[in-house]
């Protein structure tokens, strides 16, 4: 197990004490002793794991994003883009396949999670050459469609968060092309972009309560609440600023006292959150309300008070605002994140 500095000194000596007691021998207590490793270790591992994850996307893009190298390879061996297709198909069953000779050893995993987005990259490039000769679609409609239904399926069936994520990042640029190439005057079923986002978010934190009843996406349930909580709030911070004007001139024509009522449903969709979070416990929700409440009441500030008064009084407020917040925040770790519970 992973403790930190304290914690390792703490389980040391219960252990000395059980087995002065005689409730553990010698050989068990040295074998539960070496089992206990430095906390930033493992967060180091991580690191490096995210870093490769990046350097990975990085590959792709320069090799599969660049257009002159495409074109070089593929005049070099006169391949056709469902020739390219079909060598990247093949690629990408080899690699599921070993992948699933690897599951007993990688699931649930940073690396397991590594090996998957490899192996969906792979099966995006065979989309992707199949729709250069097929069509993409209006604004990339179809291809955006396909493509969340392809990693949404890949993540049910190799339970791969990071993968549903993914999904959930092409079901999101799949809702915003439909509602840009049927909008009217920038405006879809009435509502600007925020607004429309605002509204996604919502439809997907409802969408996070009912994985629990479907076996394949059960597993997804918890990232999907967190990706949909984030997405909401971000929408609805940008409704409180842009109220739901589709223009930008539009907007800078009228007073910013016009939009105070979707400042005041953000602040409530906020204190919601917040003690949502207290009620059952969650401290994510919980510290979303908290977060997103300072982030309207200082965009209000900017917005209302910026001019009129002293900026040193603000940075003082500022200061203390942050200062109570670590202060919380230290006092949650000493108790184990049992604050407000």
Known sequence: MDADKQEQELLNKALSEWKEQGLLSAEKTDELRNSIKPKGTQQIAQYFFFIAISCILLAFGAIFIDDKLLEKVKTYFAFSNLAIAGLMLALSIVWFWYIIRKRQSKPGTISYEIYMIIGALSALCTLTYICKDTGFGPNYTGFLFVTFLLLFTLSSLFR?????????????????????????????????????????????????????????????????????????????????????????????????????????????????????????????????????????????????????????????????????????????KRTNGKVLS
């Open 160 to 332: 791969s968060r990071a993968l549903w994520i993914a999904g959930i990042l092409a079901l999101m640029g799949w809702y915003g092309a439909v509602s840009t190439l049927y909008a009217t005057d920038d405006r879809f079923l009435g509502m600007n972009y925020p607004m429309r986002f605002s509204v996604f978010g919502l439809l997907l934190l409802g969408c996070s309560f009912l994985l629990k009843k479907i076996h394949l996406a059960s597993f997804a349930q918890r990232i999907t609440f967190v990706t949909s909580l984030i997405i909401l709030f971000t929408g609805l911070w940008g409704v409180s600023i842009f109220g739901n004007f589709s223009h930008l001139e539009e907007w800078s024509r009228v007073r910013q006292v016009h939009v105070l009522a979707y400042a005041f449903v953000f602040g409530i969709a906020a204190v919601i959150s917040f003690f949502a979070g207290i009620k059952f416990k969650d401290d994510f929700a919980r510290d979303m309300g908290v977060l997103f409440l300072l982030v309207n009441l200082y965009t209000r500030y900017f917005e209302y008070f910026w001019d009129s008064v002293n900026k040193g009084i603000f940075f003082l407020i500022l200061a203390v605002s942050f200062f109570l917040v670590g202060k919380w925040i230290e006092k949650k």
